[in-house]
């Protein structure tokens, strides 16, 4: 039986999401698989990639043959130049927990609290009296060319 690592497609037309799974090679995309190892989500900002790498080098060692997308996951991760004996790429972006941006928005407030900015407009607002007078101004212009 030939074994493959593949994605299986889960979730809404448009907001999909994949479980990488370890399948005979002759079922479908989403039909029944041997072992679920991984999750994959490509709607977030940084995609979401988990990989169980114990379960992902037993595979590998027994001869599971990963489809291209799943090659690439397995690279992004480390997996594909451990089992190859490859040094490892650099570390994934992690997304940032609601403290980094707590701590970033503070430093930004803090850095605006020093400048003059108090949130008021840039220009200036027309007073009534200086409306008072622009409307009897054009009055006195309309009875001149009247």
């Known amino acids: ?3 493959k690592i593949k994605l299986k497609r889960l979730g809404k037309i448009r ?3 994949y479980r990488i799974v370890v399948a005979d090679s002759r079922t479908r995309r989403d039909g029944r698989a041997i072992e679920e190892i991984g999750l994959y989500h490509p709607t977030y900002n940084p995609s979401k990639i988990e990989v169980d790498s114990d379960r992902a080098q037993y595979w590998l060692s027994v001869g599971a043959q990963p489809t291209e997308p799943v090659l690439a996951i397995l690279k992004l991760t480390g997996d594909w130049q ?3 004996g490859l040094p490892a790429p650099a570390p994934l972006l992690q997304p940032a927990t609601k403290e980094d941006k707590r701590a970033s928005f503070d430093a930004f407030a803090k850095a605006l609290e020093g400048d003059d900015a108090k949130g008021e407009a840039i220009t200036p607002k027309a007073k009534k009296a ?6 009897a101004e054009a009055a006195s212009t309309e009875s001149t060319e009247a």
């Open 1 to 3: 039986m030939a074994v």
């Open 130 to 135: 200086d409306k008072k007078a622009d409307e």
């Open 15 to 17: 907001q999909p999401h």
């Open 82 to 84: 451990k089992h190859k």
